[in-house]
């Protein structure tokens, strides 16, 4: 079954430590995308990428950085100049151009990091 | 941002249809609206989408009002699965990524 996959379901990282959070999607897609969910709030932008190897920032980049070198793949580091890095971390993807038109945006089922 | 207004939560009593609605008076001729909702603990899932006409799909109903300043999304028969975060959002254009906002939280009573 075609999908994307988020890995680790759960992560923990001590302060001032980087942490890389794994996406990969088998749907052919080329647009892909990372939201931040707080609690009880909606979701924000971090990044996106239309196409390989180019990605944007969106609304909240700030101490997050990623990289598009496969189609499948999309990972996210927080780094350490992240200031509040706990969180709900989602990833999609679609078909560009269409912005989802045809089929909508695939969500991931989410990484939870916690800071401790 | 286009902006979208739902209501912070609903209820509803389970087997008996919901209407969930959205408002979205600042709408372009060339935006479309989208519905997602989000389990516990899970990513959103899309729902359905339209731009002018009524759309009806396997899980729900999208009925847009004429001017297109508003619609909503109907469930015909909820169910205890049904409870979830449920998402307006409105696409302005292919490329464009889409906001999420707080969207509406259904409770489904038993």
């Known amino acids: 079954d075609g999908g994307i996959t988020q890995s680790p379901k759960y992560l923990f990282r001590k302060e001032g430590q980087n942490v890389t959070l794994s996406c990969e999607q088998n749907?052919?897609?080329?647009?892909m995308y990372w939201y931040r969910q707080d609690p009880g709030q909606g979701l924000r932008l971090i990044y996106y990428?239309?196409?390989?190897?180019?990605?944007q920032k969106g609304d909240i980049a700030e101490g997050y950085s990623v990289s598009r070198e496969k189609k499948e793949s999309f990972p996210l580091t927080v780094t350490s100049a992240q200031k509040n890095p706990t969180a709900f971390y989602l990833c999609?993807?679609?078909?560009?151009?269409?912005?989802?038109?045809?089929?909508?945006?695939?969500f991931g089922s989410g990484t939870r990091l916690t800071v401790v | 941002d286009a902006k979208t207004t739902q209501p912070n939560s609903m209820e509803s009593n389970e087997e008996e249809p919901v209407h969930l609605p959205c408002n979205h008076s600042?709408?372009?001729?060339?935006?479309?609206i989208h519905w997602y909702r989000q389990l516990p603990s899970q990513g959103p899932e899309y729902v359905i989408h339209?731009?002018?006409s009524n759309v009806n799909n396997r899980m729900a109903s999208l009925a847009i009002a004429e001017d297109r300043k508003s619609s909503t999304l109907i469930l015909h028969r909820a169910t205890l699965r049904d409870a979830a975060v449920y998402y307006c959002?409105?696409?302005?254009?292919?490329?464009?990524?889409?906001?999420f906002g707080k969207g509406t939280r259904l409770s489904v009573i038993a």
């Open positions: 999609a993807s679609t078909t560009p151009g269409t912005g989802g038109r045809d089929y909508g945006y695939t």
């Open positions: 749907l052919n897609h080329d647009a």
């Open positions: 990428s239309q196409i390989v190897n180019d990605f």
């Open positions: 600042t709408i372009s001729g060339t935006d479309y």
């Open positions: 339209g731009l002018t």
């Open positions: 959002i409105l696409d302005l254009s292919g490329n464009t990524p889409l906001v």
